[in-house]
Protein backbone atom coordinates (compact mmCIF):
# COMPACT_ATOMS: atom_id res chain seq x y z
CA UNK A 1 0.00 0.00 0.00
CA UNK A 2 2.96 2.30 0.91
CA UNK A 3 4.27 1.14 -1.94
CA UNK A 4 1.96 2.19 -4.22
CA UNK A 5 1.38 5.29 -2.46
CA UNK A 6 5.20 6.78 -3.07
CA UNK A 7 4.78 5.55 -7.12
CA UNK A 8 1.78 7.26 -7.14
CA UNK A 9 3.03 10.24 -5.62
CA UNK A 10 4.54 12.84 -8.12
CA UNK A 11 8.42 13.74 -7.27
CA UNK A 12 7.58 17.30 -6.34
CA UNK A 13 5.57 16.28 -3.43
CA UNK A 14 9.05 14.77 -2.09
CA UNK A 15 10.70 17.40 -3.40
CA UNK A 16 9.34 20.97 -2.50
CA UNK A 17 9.14 19.91 1.18
CA UNK A 18 12.90 18.85 1.03
CA UNK A 19 13.44 22.40 -0.58
CA UNK A 20 11.92 24.47 1.90
CA UNK A 21 13.38 22.20 4.84
CA UNK A 22 16.79 22.80 3.46
CA UNK A 23 16.16 26.54 2.58
CA UNK A 24 15.25 27.02 6.43
CA UNK A 25 18.38 25.43 7.68
CA UNK A 26 20.02 28.01 5.65
CA UNK A 27 18.57 31.09 6.34
CA UNK A 28 18.37 30.15 9.96
CA UNK A 29 22.03 29.32 10.30
CA UNK A 30 23.15 31.97 8.27
CA UNK A 31 21.41 34.58 10.70
CA UNK A 32 22.80 32.70 13.38
CA UNK A 33 26.20 33.24 12.04
CA UNK A 34 25.76 37.18 11.39
CA UNK A 35 24.08 37.02 15.12
CA UNK A 36 27.68 35.37 16.55
CA UNK A 37 29.84 37.91 13.78
CA UNK A 38 27.85 40.71 15.53
CA UNK A 39 28.23 39.53 19.15
CA UNK A 40 32.04 38.98 18.24
CA UNK A 41 32.48 42.43 16.73
CA UNK A 42 30.54 44.16 19.92
CA UNK A 43 33.14 42.45 22.32
CA UNK A 44 36.68 43.80 19.98
CA UNK A 45 34.68 47.80 20.26
CA UNK A 46 34.54 47.15 24.09
CA UNK A 47 37.81 46.01 25.03
CA UNK A 48 39.43 48.39 22.59
CA UNK A 49 37.32 51.05 24.68
Do not use: D, Q
Amino acid sequence: MFVLFIATTPVSFFITPMIAIVHKIAIVSTVTLTGVEFLILVAIIEFRL
